[in-house]
């Protein structure tokens, strides 16, 4: 493993006719993946592909649009009947017990993804986001493993009288009172001011194929230290440049790793020397739970 894949999907309903290919693809490329859940059914997918699978990890995890009726996404979660598109997946009830039993698995690497997403937001939602990801931070105090966040902002009503809201101005506030442990902010999309906080908090900040077409994450990748950042796909979204356009997947982390390492003005070698040992400590691979991981309240 000389590549680190932080967040991947590859057990969603995009990877149903060829799962094992991609697999391999990724091994052959000499990367090692967290395959990150969304509900209760793809966490348990996420445990069960990673024990079956070398160098290949899980996090689990209620993501928080996921926490009520919202949008179908068919490379999630399938095609359902006729309607496609147009269904609506359930919202979920987080379950601490049926969580804590798949968090506890050796293979189980983070809690994840959790969250605040505010972009299509109403104050029952929100709520409602606040309680589950409350609850899924006590469950990574619990088990001593690391959050996987999931945020994202939005606005509240319509026209004239929309107001912003900041997902991630209220998760500090939530990590503060509540975490005990650290983890990595997925798919970081603040400016550096909001960066800080969470570097502060000790949480890395993980960047995807978005980096390699366009310019708005530069500054932030340019501030953080190397040693607080890691690499990751989500695949199978935003695939890197040359690619864009086709399905993604975790063979395509060195591209990722290469641009940052542009961004830094480092050598690519010493760019995914580091970055590797970064998920390895805040992930734990070797089994050894990292004193970084554990805040010091």
């Known amino acids: ?44 997918a996420a445990v069960e592909c990673a024990s079956s699978h070398e160098e290949v990890w899980a996090s689990v995890g209620l993501h928080p649009i996921h926490t009520s009726q919202s949008h179908h996404d068919e490379k999630e979660l399938g095609t359902v009947g006729e ?30 993804e959790v969250g605040l997403d505010y972009f299509r937001l109403d104050e029952d939602t929100k709520k409602i986001q606040t309680e589950a990801f409350v609850a899924q931070i006590e469950l990574a105090n619990k088990v001593h493993k690391p959050l996987m966040l999931h945020i994202r902002s939005g606005k509240h009503g319509e026209g004239e009288s929309a107001s912003w809201h900041s997902a991630y101005d ?43 077409f366009t310019n708005d994450y530069e500054e932030v990748i340019r501030n953080t230290p190397l040693d607080m950042i890691l690499s990751e796909t989500d695949a199978p979204y935003v695939t890197p440049a040359p690619n864009r356009g086709k399905r993604n997947e975790p063979m395509y982390i060195p591209a990722i790793v ?40």
Not at 13 to 35: H, I, K, P
Not at 182 to 211: M, N, P, R, Y
């Open 170 to 212: 209220d998760a500090v506030e939530l990590l503060k009172s509540h975490a005990k442990v650290q983890g990595d902010v997925h798919f970081f999309a603040g400016k550096w001011e909001t960066a800080k906080k969470f570097l502060d908090l000790g949480f890395t900040l993980s960047f995807t194929g978005v980096i390699t």
């Open 83 to 112: 309607a496609g598109n147009s269904f609506t997946s359930r919202g979920e009830v987080f379950d601490f017990d049926a969580y804590e039993a798949l968090a506890v698995h050796p293979k189980t690497v983070a809690i994840g």
């Open 258 to 297: 290469r641009k940052i390492a542009q961004i830094k003005g480092v050598e690519e070698e010493v760019a995914r020397e580091q970055i590797l040992q970064n998920a390895e400590r805040v992930f734990a691979l070797s089994g050894k739970e990292s004193p970084r991981q554990i805040l010091q309240n």
């Open 1 to 44: 493993m000389r590549y680190f894949d932080a967040h991947t999907h590859l057990q969603f309903a995009a990877y149903d006719q060829d799962r094992e290919e991609v697999f391999t693809r990724a091994r052959e490329a000499s990367v090692g993946m967290n395959l990150v859940g969304t509900q209760l059914d793809t966490s348990k």
